[in-house]
């Protein structure tokens, strides 16, 4: 029974290590040529831009049609690597 417990609690610690990682706040530079990128691409809105498995995160990004997608980008380049309509 205590080895069960032992690997019950390393199995969380694991869990919340690897979902700490997986959202990341963006320095604030890099925040703001991620927004201005997204501009000059014709996005008006967005809801959320964090960092997640090593790509740039923009969800729900708004263009200037109305339609709603969810983007990829690349880290060092901000190219657009996946578009997903909502």
Partial sequence: MRFTMTALACALSVTFAVSAVADE???????????????????????????EDGMIEVDDAIDANGKEFDLKLDPTSLEIKKREAE
């Fill in 25 to 51: 706040k963006l320095a604030p530079e890099q925040q703001t040529k991620v927004e201005a990128m997204l501009k000059q691409q014709g996005f008006t809105k967005w809801k959320k831009i964090e960092m």
